[in-house]
């Protein structure tokens, strides 16, 4: 494969830029707080790892982690890293693949940051569905979801293929869990790709029952 390809889909974005300004930025709330709320390090799933923010933290706590991202410059970016311990890379599997194609294997923790509404709709019921059978019993979502007001999803040029969710499809997802943090955002700011926008984010963590 030709170096920042995605498998399965015609290029649309250039990720470079985002991920040489993001990876060696501090975990995400919501991973620290799944990670706060476990015992003991286990098998985790960063699906869109980008950069390796969150992959990376998982890796210095102990975890065994599966990066899975469909931008090879990003695996690739990942692997190369020169923060990583010999000790945190034998902890490390990394997957280029698309969200709509992946057959998540079963784990403690499944992170996904600011990556799940890139999935288009019609993928992600089953995305989901999918994420959810792959938690152990006491295992944890932490993940970001985007809400309706979120500037993207009235852009057709950004919003088209993306999911956005509203507070009764958020609960509609969360039902059966155990829901740790649910903060909703909504905010000014700059995309690390310097694009002004407003947020509407969804926070979130949530335990499967045991
Ligand atoms: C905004 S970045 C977030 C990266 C990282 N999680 C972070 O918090 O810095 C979104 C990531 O999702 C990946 N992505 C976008 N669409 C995808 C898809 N359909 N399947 C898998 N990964 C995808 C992108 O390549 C990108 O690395």
Redesign the pocket.
Known sequence: MRRGQ?VG?TRV?D?AG??AK??T?PP?ETVRAALAAFAAPGAAI?????????TVELLRRGWRVLA????AD?IAALAARPDLAPDDRARLETRV????D?APPPADLV?????LP???PAAFRALWSRLRRALRPGGRLAVHLYGPEDSWAADPARGRGMTFHDRVAVAALLAGLTVELLREERSESVTPRGEAKHWHVWHVVAAKPV
């Open positions: 995605a889909a974005k990720w985002y991920y993001t990876a930025r995400r960063d699906l869109g790892c980008g950069g390796g923010r969150d899975v991202d469909a931008e990003a693949a698309r969200f709509e992946f992170v996904s940051s600011f990556a890139l999935c288009p």
